[in-house]
């Protein structure tokens, strides 16, 4: 689901000009939105009687990555003063 995102990040790291980097950038976007439709109906196959529950509860889950995120893309720009270095560990 998620590799066509994590191979994209690298080489937009790379790219100087910025209608290169929108049309790379909308790339990953869109690939990004393709797993959308198999999380989505994970929840209901899972439990289906109770999937607005499970997606609440998965959803907040979820959220705490993305919280740390900050702060990690923060201690990664300080140490390493890069965003290419962000985007690597991105696609990891």
Do not use: K
């Amino acid at each position: 689901g998620m590799i066509g995102p994590a191979l994209a990040l690298p080489v937009f790291g790379t790219i100087r000009d910025l209608p290169t980097s929108m049309f790379v950038l909308c790339i990953i976007m869109g690939l990004s939105s393709l797993n959308q439709s198999g999380i989505l109906a994970n929840h209901l196959d899972i439990a289906p009687t109770v999937a607005g529950q499970v997606q609440g509860i998965t959803n907040s889950v979820a959220t705490i990555p993305g919280m740390m995120a900050v702060a990690i893309t923060g201690q990664i720009l300080h140490h390493f003063n890069s965003w290419m270095a962000v985007f690597l560990v991105c696609s990891a």
